[in-house]
């Protein structure tokens, strides 16, 4: 019984160890900190204003918050946009911040 189990814990340990997800950005298995650009607009020129909106999540397993475009343009007063990046950091799954930075005029 006992090795019956200890294969049957490998054997899921090994699973989630070597599953891996197809991911747009890169994730890392203890700690993710990175800041991506998603946008760019032929909108030239300098932005002058920037907009902000922040999402997060705990335990995987709950998220809250608006990250979208809407919310970031609102909260920066901006009607045209020209440049987006994407933040996002997350330490072992446990609390992760998620934000979105519009720049524009």
């Known amino acids: 019984m006992k090795t019956k189990t200890k294969m049957m814990l490998a054997a899921l340990a090994a699973a989630g160890l070597l599953a891996g997800c197809a991911t747009p950005y890169p994730v890392g298995g203890f700690y993710t900190g990175v800041?991506?650009?998603?946008?760019?607009?032929s909108?030239?020129?300098?932005?002058?204003?920037v907009g902000v909106a922040e999402c997060n999540s705990i335990l995987a397993l709950f998220s809250f918050g608006d990250c979208s475009f809407e919310a970031a343009k609102k909260n920066?007063?901006?009607?045209k946009v020209n440049h987006a990046d994407w933040k996002a950091e997350n330490i072992l799954g446990i609390y992760g911040?998620?934000?979105?930075?519009v720049r524009g005029d």
């Not at 909108?43 to 204003?49: C, I, L």
């Not at 911040?97 to 930075?101: F, H, S």
């Open 43 to 49: 909108n030239a020129g300098t932005p002058s204003k």
């Open 35 to 41: 800041t991506l650009p998603i946008s760019a607009t």
């Open 76 to 79: 920066g007063g901006i009607t």
């Open 97 to 101: 911040t998620y934000k979105l930075t």
